[in-house]
């Protein structure tokens, strides 16, 4: 099988970093981080991007929004475990609400500010990261500026969309920009425009309309207001964004 759009944007938005140099436990992995995820599962083509919380014990809570092969679900609560060992390596366990428990093995790097993920149930071929959110203001008027974007995945008809482009966010929900899109082979650039919207958690929500066409994805902060990770919430849609502040 050749490798997606999906699978190399989430190369692309992912910054590589040292192991921490001394031991790690549970304590390390403390505060809020976004995290994206894709690969296939029984239904197919599958992509998530949510947001978890720990506890600094071994305990989870957050939300995601999964494409389970372009069926959306928006905002599901969840809850979990992990446990982190000396070496820096560990496992987890998150369960969505009405979504089976998932399970996964995990590396922590960069002092606890980034931890690598890959599914360990049978059937299931997902791997991803996550990454901390820092200290964010989470309000519309401190995600401002000019940002990077690159991301990819299917459309509807599973044609292989990948893109790239900026956007220029003017701290009050309004956002422009230029994008390149190559879809299927065929390529195409132009303006778009749209709004956002940024939750108090430092999740949110985007519209953008682009030749014509309106797009929808849902976010998540990371990095002091300086990334995002989002995934379409577009029906029958497999793709996710990763954003950066430029």
């Known amino acids: 099988m050749k490798s997606s759009p999906l699978f190399v944007a989430v190369l692309a938005g992912l910054v590589m970093y040292a192991l921490p ?27 998530v ?26 905002n599901v609560a969840l809850t979990g475990t992990y446990s982190i060992k000396p070496a820096c390596t560990g496992t987890a366990t998150i369960t969505p609400s009405g979504f089976p428990t998932a399970k996964y093995n995990l590396t922590v790097v960069a002092t606890g500010k980034q931890i690598e993920m890959v599914d360990t149930d049978a059937g299931t071929t997902q791997f991803g990261y996550a990454l901390a959110r820092g200290n964010s203001a989470c309000t519309n008027a401190a995600i401002k500026g000019a940002f990077g974007f690159v991301g990819g995945g299917f459309d509807s008809s599973l044609v292989p969309k990948a893109f ?17 899109v190559s879809a299927g082979g ?19 929500s985007v519209s ?9 994805n849902n976010f998540v902060i990371v990095n002091g207001d300086k990334s995002a990770l989002e995934i379409s919430t577009d029906a029958g849609s497999i793709g996710t964004t990763t954003v950066a502040k430029q």
């Open 21 to 47: 140099g001394s031991a790690c436990s549970n304590t390390t992995i403390q505060g809020s981080y976004g995290f994206l995820l894709t690969g296939t599962n029984s239904s197919g083509l599958a992509a």
């Open 49 to 74: 991007v949510g947001q978890i919380t720990a506890d600094g014990k071994g305990g989870l809570t957050g939300s995601e929004t999964i494409s389970n092969d372009g069926v959306i679900n928006s």
């Open 164 to 180: 790239d482009g900026q956007v220029k966010l003017d701290g009050a929900g309004n956002l422009t920009g230029t994008e390149t």
């Open 186 to 204: 065929t390529v195409f650039s132009g303006a778009l425009s749209g709004t956002y919207s940024v939750n108090s958690d430092c999740t949110g």
């Open 208 to 216: 953008v309309t682009f030749k014509k066409k309106k797009f929808g």
